[in-house]
């Protein structure tokens, strides 16, 4: 059983950074492609990003350039760094783990975190 324990979320305003952190626990991490999920308030759960060992990566349209997914094996941990970040990225990130999967999956995920909600102030 894999947990998953998100933190680094908060209130930033317009045009500022973040980084969020997922640490993972009770897997062989690096059998796992490790994804960055969130949601808006009244909004559906939609993808921003993947990686896949050693450095697959793959992006959101929508976040590509602003963010920056990257995974220390050693540490068991996936990190989201949000930079550029706009009042449309308010959502609860939620980090979530596939055993064997690919950056560009979207569904049949093994594993979620309970998530950190970001919010980005105008």
């Known amino acids: 059983q894999v947990q998953l324990v998100e933190s680094g979320g908060g209130l930033v305003q317009a045009g500022g950074s973040l980084r969020l952190s997922c640490a993972a626990s009770?897997?062989?991490?690096?059998?796992?492609?490790m994804y960055w999920f969130r949601q808006a308030p009244g909004k559906e759960r939609e993808f921003v990003t993947a990686v896949r060992w050693p450095t697959n990566t793959y992006y959101a349209d929508s976040v590509k350039g602003r963010f920056t997914i990257s995974r220390d094996n050693a540490k068991n941990t996936v990190y989201l760094q949000m930079t550029s970040l706009k009042p449309e990225d308010t959502a609860v990130y939620f980090c979530?783990?596939?055993?064997?999967?690919?950056?560009?999956?979207?569904?049949?995920?093994?594993?979620w975190g309970k998530g950190t909600l970001v919010t980005v102030s105008s």
């Open positions: 979530a783990a596939k055993l064997g999967g690919t950056e560009y999956d979207r569904d049949g995920m093994d594993y």
């Open positions: 009770g897997g062989t991490f690096i059998l796992y492609a």
